[in-house]
């Protein structure tokens, strides 16, 4: 899979050789400000996006970089109580307003953050690890730059099929059903994460089945939610784990995977990179 991983500045910046665009804002009067604004390769290169849609066919999309009123709402006690801090976020910078932040894939969500920490507070990210051997809270400095875009399992190493119409088809090994399932786009992202709250004030975990409710559009060619739930709740754990792992080597994404050299004991491995508050707060 390696040669899918093509290597871009900033997890997901799309070098532009012509002047970007630039917004004009104007203050009092006799003065304006030129805001730079820069373009963000999409991991999912517009491929997925229905016709219609702003980023149909579209391989970059085009941000402006933070700003001071970008930070408030990260910093914002009411949007984060929401959870809704990022959205307004990515809302914000992207230029083209025709574009709902919540349509996005999350891989290409993914990318906008990752560049918008890059330009905003540089690439390099340094935060807390735990040693997955030692259990050792230590530390560790990561580069952004060396972060990649993944767009996909070209070797098409779990037989899935491309419908063509941002669906696809894999059959599952144990029952051999046939699971049409789609990309997760920031609207799904907030309903599990929603769902984890409310799991969290129940004290009880349904995390995978709520992800796999959030995938599985159809089983066999039936899109019946009666059809889906019984495969969710009767599935072995075989097949659960197929289509979850189907649905990662499928969806384009930003690859955080970066090298972790414990300093407390002789662990050495990659590992994806954690992302906590120090990810837009690095001074905090």
Known sequence: MS??????QGGAQQQDTSPPVQVMNEGTEGFSFVIP???VELPSGGRYYPPGHPLHGESAIEIKQMTAKEEDMLTSRTLLKKGVALDRVIGSLIINKAINPDSLFIGDRNAIIVATRVSGYGSDYTTKVTCPQCGENQEYSFDLNDASVYTGDDDNTMSVTDNQNSTFDVTL??????????LLTGTDEKRLAAGAQADKKQRQEHGIT???????????????IDAIRYLIENMPSTDSRHLRLAYKLTAPNVDMTQHFECGECDYDQNMEVPLSADFFWPDR
Request: proline share 3%; net charge positive.
């Open 173 to 182: 090994p144990k029952t051999n059903v046939i699971v049409t399932f789609k």
């Open 210 to 224: 709520r992800q796999l409710a959030s995938l599985i559009v159809a089983v066999n060619g039936d899109s019946n």
């Open 37 to 39: 604004t820069e373009f």
């Open 3 to 8: 040669r899918n991983q093509d290597r871009s």
